[in-house]
């Protein structure tokens, strides 16, 4: 971006984000990748100390963070000012090792999607054991982001039975209750993956990585969010953990339902 896209985006958008702020009707989400302790980067990798100086912002003022079980509650899907759900990418082993008790001392919920083939099989991401205590604590809600995160973009270039069915089973087992929340990897889709996921699955949440308005689609929330850089200003995290830039694609930048 030149100087004056830079503007637009960093004080235009949020400025109409805050005029709009009504049009959010579904919670508002922030999502991230691996926490880790080393230097991070852009979205992919977030330095520990960066994290919970935005986690210790939510603490401080009285955000209710939420995680998918409190969805059976219809009422948690609702937006609020200070109601956000916080949600992880993939299931590195981070999320348990690096983060999980500096959040359980702060009562902050979160969320992570998990590659269902690489627990338990890959020692960077999270084991099956932790994945059920995580869950167990109260703290932490899981979903599915397919077998083996491909690109999902072309239903034609994947195995949709073993992406989403086959995965799905192996949650089922391990976990013993049906997933309803489901990410795409990478954020790719399409309209015919939007159609498919939510006329053939028992998925009630489909979430997409773009800041958009949340929508219902054939009975189900196609759930939009706001992608947390290792880069990002503090005041810009604070933009979109306020739902400020909800309106970039849906108002500006596409031509959105």
Known sequence: ?????????YNVFPLFGRIWLNKNVYCNVIYY???????????????????????????DNGYETIRFDDFQNQDKLLFKKKRILIAFDDGWLSNHD???????ERHLKYNVFLTIGEINNNQKYLTWNL??????SGLCGFGVHTYTHPNMSDLSKINWEHEIKDANNVFIKELGFQPVDFC????????????RL??????????ISKMVYSYVLNGKIIMGRNAISNDDSFSFFKDKLRGYFNNVYDRILSKHH
């Open 1 to 9: 971006m030149n100087k004056l896209q830079e503007f637009i985006f």
């Open 184 to 195: 795409y990897p990478f954020g790719y889709y399409s309209e015919e993956s939007n159609d």
């Open 198 to 207: 939510s006329k053939e699955t028992n998925y009630q949440r489909i979430y």
């Open 98 to 104: 690096v983060i999980f008790d500096w959040m359980k």
């Open 33 to 59: 990748h691996d926490i880790v302790i080393d230097k991070g980067e852009t979205y992919m990798r977030t330095n520990i100390e960066v994290f919970k100086k935005q986690m210790q912002y939510i603490a």
């Open 131 to 136: 994945v059920r205590k995580m869950h167990d």
